[in-house]
């Protein structure tokens, strides 16, 4: 298994804004992924954070809205930029111990994030 | 379309009797299956899988799962609830398509165990 933090735990900013979430696991790890769970809703997938490249986006989420970076096998952020109140979410960060999705993955905490 | 399915918002059991959370799964190919659990403001915990093999998968906390091919369920069972089970399950399914490898999450049932 691996340990994974996130930081900010919560947070409430402006409409217009923009905040970093970062996700720093315990150990190096192949796969890091970033979720959005909407309020009474399941997870939803943003991206898969790339080592060294560029993250993959799923469809209807983009870069310039959702930038992501990935500098090393154990850290990676998310930012969420021009903050609209639709943007109110918990948003988790989970890792992948192997390459492939047939092996289970470990979650952080999640960040509350509310947009006023 | 590869899909997963929680037909249950909410499921109440009472303390100590056996409890079932209901999944099926759309896939092509080979299912791989998960269960998670969100405690209250908690991240996700890995249950058990099903990736292969026996059709009943043993987890932690006391959890197992019975696959079901013919059903195309993988349903989550314990045989004497706890009131400290009660949390958010999702059920999860791989999905791959050309060289697109993620899971999908069902929407998730809110089990409530009462004393």
């Known amino acids: 298994s691996a340990v994974i933090s996130q930081k900010p735990s919560r947070d409430i900013c402006q409409r217009g804004t923009s905040l970093t979430i970062q996700c720093q696991v315990d150990?190096?790890?192949?796969?890091m992924f970033w979720y959005r769970q909407q309020p009474g809703q399941s997870l939803t997938l943003i991206a898969t954070a790339n080592q060294g490249s560029e993250a993959t986006y799923e469809s209807g989420f983009v870069i310039d809205k959702f930038p992501i970076s990935r500098p090393n096998l154990t850290f990676s952020t998310l930012t969420v930029s021009n903050m609209s109140p639709e943007d109110s979410s918990i948003y988790l960060c989970?890792?992948?111990?192997?390459?492939?999705?047939?092996?289970?993955?470990?979650f952080g905490p999640g960040t509350r994030l509310t947009v006023l | 379309a590869q899909s997963v399915a929680q037909p249950e918002d909410q499921v109440n059991v009472a303390e100590g009797n056996p409890l079932t959370v209901k999944c099926t799964y759309s896939?092509?190919?080979?299912?791989?299956l998960f269960w998670y659990v969100q405690y209250p403001n908690r991240g996700l915990q890995f249950l058990l899988k099903?990736?292969?093999?026996?059709?009943l998968v043993k987890g932690s906390y006391g959890f197992e799962a019975e696959f079901n091919k013919s059903q195309t369920s993988f349903h989550l069972k314990k045989p004497s609830a706890l009131v400290s089970d009660s949390a958010l399950y999702f059920c999860a399914v791989r999905a791959w398509r050309d060289r697109d490898d993620k899971i999908i999450f069902g929407k998730g049932t809110r089990l409530h165990i009462l004393p």
């Open positions: 150990s190096q790890v192949t796969m």
């Open positions: 989970s890792v992948g111990i192997s390459p492939s999705s047939y092996n289970e993955q470990f």
């Open positions: 896939v092509s190919g080979n299912p791989y």
């Open positions: 099903y990736i292969t093999g026996d059709n």
